[in-house]
C-alpha cells in the first residue's frame, strides 16, 4: 500500500517570505499527485495535480506553484506568501481501489 | 464528476448507528460513490467505496439506493472516535480521475 510523506507538520511564516512544502510517495511509482489546501472551517480545495515528471496542472490561479522534479516527489512553493495563503495543505497519491491516499498535512499560518 | 449534497452537520448517541445520507442525483453509470472522513488537523482517510451493490468492510456499510441518486453511509456503533467530517464523493474509476471534495457533513458523536 501507498504511504505518503509530508513535512513539515506545523508552519508559521511571515507575510512576503518564500515557502517551499514536500510531499514524498512510498509503495508506488509513477503516481498521479495532488496538492489540496483546506482553510478553517471550509472543504478541500484541488490546487494542482501531476500525472508524470514536470507534468503540472494548476485547477485555480493563486500565489502558489507546484513541481515534480522526482517521480514521487512533489513540492508545492511560493516566492512571496500572503495572509491568504493560510490554510492545511495536504498531498494526495490516486490508488486504483481506494480512490486517494493522503498524507497527514501541514497546517501553514501566515503571519 | 456528479455533484453532492449532505446535511451540514448530525449528532448521533455513542454506541447507536450512525446514518449518513448523501444526494447525487446526476450520477452517471460509470461514476463510484467514495466516502472519506476527516479528522481534526488529519488527512482524509478512506472509508469505503461502491457502484450499485450495497458494500460493507470492517469500518462502515454503503447503501446504494436502486436508481443510485443517494446513498447512505452506516457506522453500525458509533463511537466518540468517529466524530469527523465525512465527505461523499463521486467520481469515475481510474487513476487519472481527481477527486472534488465539497464541505461534508459533521458527525459528532456524543457520550
Known amino acids: 500500500s501507498q504511504t505518503i510523506h509530508q513535512w513539515p507538520a506545523t508552519l508559521v511564516q511571515p507575510v512576503g517570505s518564500p515557502l517551499s512544502l514536500e510531499c514524498t510517495v512510498e509503495?508506488?511509482?509513477?503516481?498521479?499527485l495532488y496538492w489540496y489546501r483546506q482553510a478553517a472551517g471550509r472543504g478541500l480545495q484541488l490546487l494542482f495535480y501531476?500525472?508524470?515528471?514536470?507534468?503540472i496542472s494548476s485547477e485555480v490561479p493563486q500565489n502558489l506553484s507546484a513541481s515534480r522534479p522526482q517521480d514521487r516527489q512533489f513540492i508545492l512553493s511560493s516566492k512571496k506568501l500572503l495572509l491568504s495563503d493560510s490554510g492545511f495543505y495536504l498531498c494526495?497519491?490516486?490508488?486504483?481501489?481506494?480512490?486517494?491516499?493522503f498524507g497527514s498535512g501541514t497546517r501553514l499560518t501566515v503571519v | 464528476d456528479a455533484k453532492t449534497t449532505q446535511p451540514t452537520s448530525m449528532d448521533c448517541a455513542e454506541g447507536r448507528a450512525a446514518n449518513l445520507p448523501c444526494n447525487h442525483s446526476t450520477i452517471s453509470g460509470n461514476e463510484y460513490v467514495y466516502w472519506y472522513r476527516q479528522i481534526h488537523s488529519q488527512g482524509p482517510q478512506y472509508i469505503i467505496h461502491?457502484?450499485?451493490n450495497n458494500e460493507t468492510n470492517e469500518m462502515a456499510s454503503l447503501i446504494i439506493t436502486e436508481d443510485r441518486k443517494s446513498s447512505t453511509l452506516i457506522l453500525p456503533h458509533a463511537t466518540l472516535r468517529d466524530t469527523a467530517v465525512y465527505y461523499c464523493?463521486?467520481?469515475?474509476?481510474?487513476?487519472?480521475?481527481?477527486?472534488?471534495f465539497g464541505t461534508g457533513t459533521s458527525l459528532t458523536v456524543i457520550p
Open positions: 464523493i463521486v467520481r469515475v474509476a481510474g487513476t487519472g480521475n481527481q477527486f472534488y
Open positions: 509503495g508506488t511509482s509513477n503516481p498521479n
Open positions: 501531476s500525472v508524470g515528471i514536470g507534468q
Open positions: 494526495a497519491s490516486a490508488t486504483e481501489y481506494y480512490g486517494y491516499t
Open positions: 461502491g457502484l450499485k
